[in-house]
């Protein structure tokens, strides 16, 4: 089956640093990745998806890296505020399917 | 706001009971996407409609079952209900399948006693 996992489970950072929130993948074939945010008491929310004839994608404030090379994907957060805090998932894509990771939680120190 | 509504917000019911969850997908999206998350996991996926057609099956019990509606809306039917069966069932709507993102709904909070 497919494995998609986060290198950390929990994450705290300092209000306006730069967090990163890492994620493999095992899946040389897929072909698209999304990041998801999860606040408690709600659903996923998506932040930013990246297809994989790409490295590199930037929103706003986040930035999400692609290399295929070592099926590594990150989410970098700039200038983290408090209501970053939240349950961060990364999910794959391959044909129809999407698989997800088991989240890595940030917390963000004021 | 994601757009898909999920309805009821709660449902607490006994063992060996049945329930049925419903969804609402975004105006537009033709898939329907329906996961579970227990506590401490992942979302792990159930089943996929799109445009009211049975599309793509994963790790869902033969006590669960669902369909989707020519309205597009989606129905999660869950039958003798075990207390492992308590978890969040979130459903998600599409586009259509592949590379579309999914948006997700908040979930109903199954709790069986």
């Known amino acids: 089956g497919e494995s998609v996992g986060l290198h950390l489970p929990t994450l705290s950072v300092q209000e306006g640093d730069n967090s990163i929130i890492n994620c493999a993948y095992s899946?040389?074939?897929?072909?698209?990745f999304i990041w998801y945010k999860q606040e408690s008491g709600k659903g996923p929310q998506f932040i930013i998806d990246?297809?994989?004839?790409?490295d590199k994608r930037q929103g706003q404030r986040v930035t999400v890296l692609l290399n295929k090379t070592v099926k590594h994907l990150s989410l970098q957060i700039a200038a983290t505020q408090p209501g970053d805090s939240a349950v961060y998932f990364c999910?794959?894509?391959?044909?129809?399917?999407?698989?997800f990771g088991t989240g890595t939680s940030l917390t963000v120190i004021p | 706001d994601s757009g898909v509504t999920q309805t009821p917000k709660h449902l607490i019911t006994a063992t060996g009971q049945r329930v049925t969850l419903r969804c609402s997908p975004r105006s537009g999206d033709l898939s329907v996407y329906w996961y579970q998350q227990s506590l401490d996991q992942g979302l792990q996926f159930l089943i996929q409609y799109y445009n009211g057609e049975e599309r793509a099956k994963g790790n869902i019990l033969e006590r669960f079952s669902a369909q989707q509606f020519p309205d597009l809306h989606s129905e999660l039917n869950l039958s003798s209900l075990e207390l492992g069966d308590s978890a969040l069932y979130f459903c998600?709507?599409?586009?259509?399948?592949?590379?579309?993102?999914?948006?997700f709904g908040n979930g109903t909070r199954l709790t069986v006693t």
């Open positions: 998600a709507s599409s586009v259509s399948w592949g590379e579309r993102p999914l948006h």
């Open positions: 999910a794959e894509n391959t044909g129809n399917q999407f698989y």
């Open positions: 990246i297809r994989s004839n790409m």
């Open positions: 899946n040389s074939a897929s072909d698209y």
